[in-house]
C-alpha cells in the first residue's frame, strides 16, 4: 500500500507552534509521508519556532507583505497553496484553527478535491465579529473539512449541533499541550536580555498579551490604563509585556505604560522564551486564544481580557475568567488574585481541560483510521 502523503499547512506563528508537535508525529509515524507548507502569513516569528523545532517547510509561500489586508492574504493563499497542491498531489491537507490561512487553504484544497482535516476544530463564539475574522474563518474552515480533531467534548458538541457526523469527529485534546512538553524547562536560561535582569524568584510576575483587532483603540487603553494602577499599587508586582508589532498596539502602550517603573515592555518573544516566561509568571492577562490553554497546563490563572471566549471549557473548569476591557472591571478582577490566596489557588490549581499531550498521537491514529491502515478507532481524550 502506498503511503498516505499529508500535507500540514499553516502561517502564523500560533499554528506552527500548534502544528509543530503534529509534523512531528507524522514524520515519526513510520507509514505516513510528511510534507509541510508554510505561507509565512506571519514572517519572522513563524521563522522562530520553525528553527526552535527543526522543522523545514516542503514549501514556502512567503505572502507577506506589508499593510496586508485579509482579502489580499487570502488572494495569495488560495492561489499559491492550489499550485503546491496540484504539483504534489497530497491525500490529505491537515489546517490548524482559524487563521485566514487555514481557511484560504482548505478552500483551495476544497477546489482541488483534496481531503481537508481540521486541527482544533468546533471552537465557536457564535458571533460572527468576534473575534474577527476568526469566527469565520474556523465556521467556514468547518464547512469543508472531511475529518475534524477536536480538542474537547465541547467542541465535539458544537460541531454535531451543526450537522457534523460524529463519526468523522475525534476529540483528541489540544496540541498546544503537546509543545509545552518540549518547551517549558526548570532549568531553562532566557535569550530576551529584559527577561534575564528580571528577580522571578522576590517579584510576582503578570504576564500581559493583548493585541487583538477588536481591542484596537479605546479597549486597549483602558487595559494599559488598569495595569498602570495595578502596578502602581504593590511593590513586589512587575508587568511583562511582549507587545505586538503593529503599530496601532505599540503606540497606545509606549504611551501608557512606557517608563513605568515595574513594566517591562519588549519584542514579541520567540517560543522557548515564552512559554518559559508562563512558568515563571504569577498570573495571565491576555486577549489570546493560545495563552488560555499554554498557562493553565503550566497552574497560572488567566483573566481574558475580551468579552468572550471561544473556550468556555477553561472557565467552566476555574483555571480561566474573562473580565472584558473594562478598566475598573480589570483592576478589581486582577486584585482579587493578587489579595485572596485561597481564589489564586482555586484557579491554579484546578484542572486544564486541554489535554495531556499525547493529542498529536490521536491524531496520527484517526488519519491511520481514516485511510484504512488500522481497525482501531482511536479511542478519545477525556
Not at 532549568?187 to 529584559?194: A, M, R, T
Not at 503599530?247 to 515564552?274: A, R
Not at 481574558?304 to 480589570?330: H, I, Q, S
Amino acid at each position: 500500500m502506498k503511503k498516505p502523503v499529508i500535507l500540514t499547512i499553516f502561517g502564523t506563528r500560533p499554528e506552527a507552534i500548534k502544528m509543530a508537535p503534529l509534523v512531528q508525529a507524522i514524520e515519526n509515524s513510520g507509514d505516513l509521508v510528511s510534507k509541510v507548507c508554510v505561507t509565512a502569513q506571519h514572517r519572522q516569528m513563524l521563522d522562530q519556532v520553525l528553527d526552535i523545532f527543526n522543522i523545514t517547510p516542503d514549501y514556502d509561500l512567503n505572502i507577506m507583505r506589508g499593510g496586508q489586508s485579509l482579502s489580499g492574504i487570502t488572494t495569495l493563499v488560495l492561489e499559491g497553496v492550489e499550485k503546491v497542491l496540484m504539483q504534489l498531489k497530497p491525500d490529505m491537507v491537515l489546517v490548524h484553527g482559524d487563521t485566514t490561512t487555514t481557511f484560504a487553504a482548505a478552500l483551495a484544497a476544497f477546489y482541488c478535491k483534496v481531503s481537508v482535516g481540521h486541527v482544533e476544530a468546533g471552537l465557536r463564539t457564535y458571533d460572527k465579529y468576534f473575534p474577527f475574522p476568526e469566527e469565520m474563518n474556523r465556521k467556514l474552515t468547518g464547512c469543508i473539512a472531511d475529518i475534524h480533531f477536536s480538542p474537547t467534548e465541547t467542541n465535539f458538541n458544537n460541531l454535531v449541533r451543526e450537522g457534523v457526523s460524529p463519526e468523522i469527529i475525534y476529540i483528541t485534546g489540544n496540541t498546544a499541550i503537546d509543545a509545552l512538553k518540549s518547551t517549558v524547562s526548570v532549568s531553562y536560561e532566557f535569550e530576551n536580555e529584559s527577561l534575564k535582569r528580571i528577580n522571578f524568584n522576590n517579584k510576582r510576575i503578570i504576564t500581559v498579551t493583548a493585541h487583538r483587532r477588536e481591542n484596537l483603540g479605546q479597549p486597549l487603553k483602558n487595559i494599559c490604563l488598569a495595569l498602570k494602577e495595578i502596578v502602581q499599587k504593590y511593590d513586589d508586582i512587575e508587568i511583562i509585556y511582549p507587545v505586538h508589532l503593529n503599530p496601532q498596539v505599540q503606540e497606545p502602550v509606549k504611551e501608557i505604560l512606557g517608563e513605568l517603573p515595574g513594566v517591562h515592555l519588549i519584542d514579541p518573544l520567540q517560543v522557548l522564551d515564552m512559554h518559559n516566561l508562563l512558568s515563571k509568571s504569577y498570573l495571565v492577562l491576555t486577549d489570546s486564544g493560545g495563552l488560555q490553554e499554554e498557562a493553565p497546563s503550566l497552574g497560572k490563572p488567566v483573566l481574558v481580557l475580551r468579552n468572550e471566549t471561544e473556550r468556555p471549557e477553561a472557565v467552566e473548569a476555574g483555571t480561566v475568567k474573562v473580565v472584558g476591557t473594562d478598566k475598573n472591571t480589570v483592576i478589581n478582577e486582577t486584585l482579587k488574585l493578587l489579595d485572596d490566596e485561597s481564589e489564586y489557588r482555586r484557579m491554579a490549581h484546578s484542572v486544564n481541560p486541554y489535554g495531556d499531550g499525547h493529542a498529536s498521537d490521536r491524531i496520527v491514529e484517526a488519519i491511520r483510521y481514516w485511510f484504512g491502515m488500522t481497525d482501531k478507532k482511536p479511542a478519545s481524550f477525556r
